[in-house]
């Protein structure tokens, strides 16, 4: 575990000092939108999802700085899904990240700005030629992350957990649900490294399989930890699930059968990338810290 608590140091580092410099403070009138966006951006979050952008695109030789703007594009985006999932409309929670959130710091308008904001540099980014040389493969960059992003990814599945609420689902419409929720960010992260380093069919599919299993991996622990772990842990309000008296996988397996799944399912992703040899062993030891995390 050791390894890879640092390694992930190191890239949550990098990744901070080019998300600081994408996104700098303004001195206009409107300064109020960017100090949103770098608070809700800026020194906080695991940066999973960078870290498998970057890892991905070394298995390919990728020059590091075009991976880290990529992995910041889909930082962005996730951040501005977490602004938006706290706001009053959606979750109505007051901590992320062990702070208040952005509409409880700022307000609720200014929120939706912030998220906006995100959500659009994300794809500037993508589109400079900085990202990549080729502008095919920045076009490739682009087009995967709206389809993960949008109504058949991640807000698509936003959706259908918002209709939950009045819905008993079953473990098939959970898993759907979470494929297209967090899942769908997860397989683009994975997949970008393969994009960014013209990857060949193969390889490409073999990170495409490790990501469905991570993301289910990664989103059974979520639910553990909504469950078992504390506020101060985790950075949020814990025990939402079950007050909101939502099916999860946790409630519906069990906290065991759950766990187990979980680890069924890391060790699964890990053997879709044998065929890279040693180069994949830190994407490997995620998919175990994934499931171990405490936050
Ligand atoms: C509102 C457009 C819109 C989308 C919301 C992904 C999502 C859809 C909401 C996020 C809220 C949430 C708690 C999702 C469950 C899993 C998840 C994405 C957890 C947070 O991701 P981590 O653990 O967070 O990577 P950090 O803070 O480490 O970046």
């Not at 991905?56 to 602004?83: K, N, P, Q, T, W």
């Not at 400079?128 to 992003?149: F, I, K, N, Q």
């Not at 469905?212 to 979520?222: R, V």
Request: hydrophobic share 40%.
């Amino acid at each position: 575990m050791s390894y890879i608590l640092r390694d992930l140091k190191e890239k949550a580092d990098a990744i901070e000092d080019v998300l600081d410099r994408l996104l700098p403070s303004a001195q206009d009138p409107e300064f109020r939108l960017m100090d949103a966006v770098r608070y809700s951006t800026l020194g906080g979050g695991k940066r999973i999802r960078p870290y498998l952008v970057v890892s991905g695109a070394a298995l390919f030789s990728v020059d590091e700085r075009c991976a880290l703007r990529a992995g910041a594009a889909i930082e962005m985006i996730h951040c501005y899904s977490l602004i938006h999932d706290d706001l009053p409309a959606m979750d109505d929670d007051d901590l992320r990240r062990g702070q208040p959130t952005c509409h409880n710091k700022f307000d609720e308008a200014t929120a939706i700005l912030a998220g906006d904001v995100l959500l659009t540099k994300a794809f500037e980014i993508l589109g400079e030629p900085e990202t990549h040389a080729d502008p095919a493969v920045r076009a490739e960059l682009v087009v995967s992350l709206a389809r993960a992003s949008g109504d058949a990814g991640m807000v698509g599945g936003q959706m259908l957990d918002l209709m939950a609420e009045e819905r008993d689902l079953g473990i098939p419409e959970i898993t759907r649900l979470q494929r297209l929720k967090t899942g769908a960010l997860i397989s683009f992260s994975c997949e970008a490294g393969g994009i960014l380093g013209k990857a060949p069919e193969p390889q490409r599919h073999a990170l495409k399989a490790y990501a469905h299993d991570l993301g289910l991996a990664f989103q059974i622990a979520d639910d553990l930890l909504d469950v078992e772990g504390t506020a101060e842990e985790v950075g949020k309000a814990t025990g939402k699930d079950e007050a909101a008296g939502k099916a999860t996988f946790v409630s519906l397996l069990g906290v065991e059968r759950a766990r187990e799944q979980a680890n069924m399912l890391a060790d699964q992703a890990s053997q879709h990338l044998d065929i890279f040899g040693e180069k994949a062993d830190c994407l490997k030891q995620l998919a175990q810290f994934v499931v171990k995390r405490r936050t």
